[in-house]
């Protein structure tokens, strides 16, 4: 049972120490993406379309 006891205790301080490496990892900027948005033009490959008029159909009565 005390085994137990060791391995929860160990597990716990494994993820807050976990936990804490990742909160300094974002504060610092690891995760910052500076690269994506200079080149997000280039792969816009969609052309928005303005539906035309002759395409809108209305209904006579």
Not at 7 to 28: C, R
């Amino acid at each position: 049972m005390s085994v137990i006891y060791i391995v929860l205790t160990v597990s716990v301080i494994v993820g807050i120490a976990f936990f804490i490496v990742f909160l300094l990892a974002v504060k610092s900027g690891q995760y910052d993406d500076s690269y994506t948005p200079s080149v997000r033009m280039l792969f816009e490959d969609e052309l928005v379309k303005e539906p035309s008029k002759e395409s809108i159909q209305t209904k006579t009565d």
